[in-house]
Nanobody
Framework: QVQLVESGGGLVQAGGSLRLSCAAS????????IGWYRQAPGNQRELVAT???????NYLDSVKGRFTISRDNGENTVYLQMNNLKPEDTAAYYC?????????????WGQGTQVTVSS
């Protein structure tokens, strides 16, 4: 099992920055890819960025050039640096990972952290 705890959300003006953290505990040696998702009220949850254990990253088109995902494997923490924030970035942000056990995959989510960007 894995536990994920997000932190770092808050209220910021448009153009500002925030850094989110996702701290993992439990069977962290089994974690490969960690992703950040977000969900705004009335919208479906969308994948914002992912990073593999080797550091390979992918991003949602609308955040490319503004958001950077990184990880500290020694600290079992993944970060999402968000710059030039826009009101449309307002959402609850969640980190996620999936672990395989035999033929089954298990998905783990954190509790989320709220990001609010004012115009």
């Amino acid at each position: 099992q894995v536990q994920l705890v997000e932190s770092g959300g808050g209220l910021v003006q448009a153009g500002g920055s925030l850094r989110l953290s996702c701290a993992a505990s439990g069977s962290t040696e089994r974690i490969n890819t960690i992703g950040w998702y977000r969900q705004a009220p009335g919208n479906q949850r969308e994948l914002v960025a992912t990073i593999t254990s080797g550091g390979s990253a992918n991003y949602l088109d609308s955040v490319k050039g503004r958001f950077t995902i990184s990880r500290d494997n020694g600290e079992n923490t993944v970060y999402l640096q968000m710059n030039n924030l826009k009101p449309e970035d307002t959402a609850a942000y969640y980190c996620n990972t999936k672990l395989r056990s035999g033929s089954r995959w298990y998905e783990y989510w954190g509790q989320g952290t709220q990001v609010t960007v004012s115009s």
